[in-house]
């Protein structure tokens, strides 16, 4: 992808430093210190977020023009340590505790389904569903794409610090998310298809100047739990409560676009969540975190935390864009012309 | 969890994941195209994609004898 715009000083002095050789790496630490010291809220910092963003992306799929070798930079991981440790101790502060239960397999299954159950409160979904136009099914693409494009891709960090039981549920998850061996069925590819029927670029990347900073937090929270070993089980429980909030959405997505005149090219990513997740999220359940939890149940503070913040910040996501368009508005930082 | 057979895995409250080698048949004799290794069949009888389960048994509070 190509380097975002930055949003403050500290993302300015990130990319201007990355736009240099990493032989010739001089501090833009400070810029970073001050704006994370600065911040009133890091989950919707856009400074600092859009930072976050592309350090992660180097871990990714790199950047556009940007040395491959910044990914394990010293300096950079430092500026990455100092963001990382202001968003989890905000995370931790935000999101809600849920009961603990029992650490056998059942109980965390049962646990994360009561966790995960439909409050039947106002949702994105329901307004897909029965209300949003064309210009606002084209925006609900955008925000996704910021992670749909790489949908899968911060899970599978976690494969190889499982074992067992979970680390075979993750591979059975993570297999389908692939496509089972079909890149044409590949998931992040199927929601390609769908961008491309709304007549938006699948370019990796190309809208996330347009996404506001808590969009880029729900992607960087994946990063954030992917990439740091510690937080296997945050990961793992931020799998379980995504495809155990699927099934159900994505039919009221689907029907959303059907209303709109969409047929199977657009809606296939939809109607191939439905049944998928219904499939993943009983694994995800019962044998990613339940059976990590009977393998490390010094992890189930972590798998519940993980989950609950999946809920919590994609909770927020939803509530803004419903925020923005039940006034009129865009939910976007700038509009797209398509 | 062998996989050179299939298997039936009976979830509590929820549908039957089917893993390894099967074949699904529908009324009229002709398989029905699985799309995944992996398959959940609906057991509550609510799912809008039958014989697949779509997560409707969450919502209607469907209980399973153990």
């Known amino acids: 992808m190509r380097l975002p715009e930055a949003r403050g000083n500290a993302s300015d002095a990130l990319f201007t430093l990355l736009s240099r050789s990493e032989r010739h790496a001089r501090g833009s630490g400070g810029a970073i210190a001050e704006a994370v010291a600065g911040a009133e809220d890091v989950l919707t910092d856009d400074d600092l977020q859009v930072a976050l963003f592309v350090l992660y992306e180097l871990h990714y799929r790199g950047i556009d023009g940007v040395e491959d070798a910044w990914e394990w930079h010293p300096e950079l991981l430092a500026i990455r340590a100092l963001i990382e440790a202001a968003f989890e101790a905000r995370l931790r502060e935000v999101v809600p505790r849920p009961p603990r239960p029992e650490p056998t397999r059942r109980a965390v299954a049962d646990a994360l389904f009561e966790l995960t159950a439909d409050t039947g409160g106002p949702s994105l979904s329901r307004f897909v569903a029965r209300q949003a136009d064309e210009s606002q099914l084209r925006e609900f693409l955008i925000q996704r794409s910021i992670y749909q494009l790489k949908e899968a891709d911060p899970h599978a960090w976690a494969i190889p610090r499982l074992e067992g039981v979970a680390k075979a549920a993750l591979v059975e998850i993570e297999a389908d998310e692939y496509g089972g061996g079909d890149p044409a069925r590949m998931h992040a590819a199927i929601f390609a298809q769908t961008m491309r029927g709304l007549g938006l670029d699948d370019s990796y990347g190309a809208y996330v100047d347009q996404v506001p900073a808590i969009t880029l937090a729900s992607a960087n929270m994946m990063s954030l739990f992917g990439l740091h070993r510690r937080l296997r089980g945050a990961i793992v429980g931020h799998l379980a409560a995504f495809e155990m909030t699927s099934s159900i959405p994505n039919k009221l997505y689907g029907n959303g676009f059907r209303r709109n005149g969409f047929g199977e090219d657009v809606t296939w990513y939809f109607d191939e969540h439905v049944e998928a997740d219904a499939v993943h999220e009983q694994i995800a359940a019962r044998h990613l975190a339940g059976g990590l939890i009977e393998a490390e149940p010094e992890l189930l503070d972590d798998v519940l935390f993980g989950a609950s913040a999946c809920l919590t910040i994609d909770g927020i996501v939803g509530e803004r864009i419903l925020a923005a368009w039940t006034t009129g508005q865009s939910s976007l930082r700038q509009q797209v012309t398509a | ?66």
């Open chain 2, 1 to 66: 969890m062998l996989e050179r057979q299939g298997s039936i895995e009976l979830c509590p409250d929820g549908p039957l994941l089917l893993r390894g080698d099967f074949e699904i048949l529908g009324a009229d004799g002709e398989p029905i195209d699985a799309h995944r290794k992996t398959v959940a069949l609906c057991r509550c009888g609510l799912s809008s994609i039958k014989p697949f389960c779509d997560g409707t048994h969450k919502a209607s509070g469907f209980r399973t004898e153990e």
